[in-house]
């Protein structure tokens, strides 16, 4: 995926799976705080492997910290399903760098993300043949991004890191700069608080995420979510 744009393979991917998926089909676009506890009792408690428990823990985890209000009124990421996912990506991403030490478990974080995207699919109508595409558009769309931020923090870059976000979560728009700018800052400080939690903590399925940082009034909010690409948008690798 290397030299893809932000609109050109992902892109292409999302518009032929038939993203974007309408918020009736996935529980993504309807979330809240008690999705945690539905996630890991749907999918993860009645799991033989504890190591897959542990997983969906961290990923519900995730999910809820995703879910904070204040990244969708501070920063103005827009409230809509493709935010959601967004989000999502971007903790889901940290997390799984944090666990480069205990990659089994960074799978098992990876592999609960999927495994609830291809449920929520499921429980919205989706067919058996339609499901598969679908989650491969998540999917490219996923690492696409995680692979821009990746690049970007393992160089000490903010300020690439303030542009792969810019084009993912704000599709590039212009009156976003500052927001983008303010939440580069926020994922480099929450990098470094998982760096400093413990391993054992993990393991246990414990982990903690950092406050959004206070944005004050934001001009031109994209609450409304604005134009989208998709859920699925890009396979940002730049």
Same mark, same amino acid.
């Given at each position: %995926?290397? /030299?893809?744009?932000?609109?050109? #393979? =992902?892109?292409?991917?999302?518009?032929?799976? /038939?993203?974007?998926? !309408?918020?009736?089909?996935?529980?993504? =676009?309807? $979330?809240? #705080? !008690?999705?945690?506890?539905?996630?890991?009792?749907?999918? =993860?408690?009645?799991?033989?492997?504890?190591?897959?428990?542990? /997983?969906?823990?961290?990923?519900?985890?995730?999910?809820?910290?995703? #879910? !904070?209000?204040?990244?969708?009124?501070? $920063?103005?990421?827009? !409230?809509?399903?493709? /935010?959601?996912?967004? %989000?999502?990506?971007?903790?889901?991403?940290? $997390?799984?760098?944090?666990?480069? #030490?205990?990659?089994?478990?960074?799978?098992?974080?990876?592999?609960? %993300?999927?495994?609830?995207?291809d449920g929520c699919l499921r429980e919205g109508g989706v067919g058996d043949l339609g499901v598969p595409r679908r989650v491969k558009a998540m999917w490219e769309g996923y690492n696409g991004r995680a692979t821009a931020y990746g690049r970007a923090l393992d160089g000490g870059d903010e300020a690439a890191l303030s542009m792969a976000l810019l084009r993912n979560i704000w599709r590039g728009r212009d009156d976003a700069s500052r927001q983008a700018d303010m939440l580069a800052g926020w994922t480099i400080r929450q990098e470094a608080s998982l760096a400093a939690q413990p391993d054992a903590a993990l393991v246990a399925g414990t982990v903690r995420f950092t406050a959004v940082p206070d944005a004050g009034a934001v001009d031109g909010g994209a609450a409304d979510g604005g134009a989208s690409i998709g859920m699925a948008d890009a396979g940002e690798a730049r």
């Open positions: %995926m290397a /030299g893809s744009s932000s609109c050109d #393979r =992902g892109c292409r991917a999302a518009h032929a799976s /038939g993203c974007p998926i !309408d918020p009736a089909l996935s529980i993504i =676009g309807v $979330l809240n #705080r !008690d999705r945690e506890a539905e996630i890991v009792r749907r999918f =993860g408690f009645g799991r033989r492997h504890a190591l897959t428990r542990t /997983g969906f823990t961290l990923y519900a985890r995730a999910v809820t910290a995703a #879910r !904070d209000p204040s990244f969708y009124t501070e $920063l103005a990421v827009a !409230d809509t399903l493709d /935010g959601h996912f967004d %989000m999502i990506c971007l903790h889901v991403a940290l $997390l799984t760098r944090r666990l480069a #030490r205990e990659p089994a478990l960074a799978q098992a974080v990876f592999d609960a %993300m999927f495994t609830d995207m």
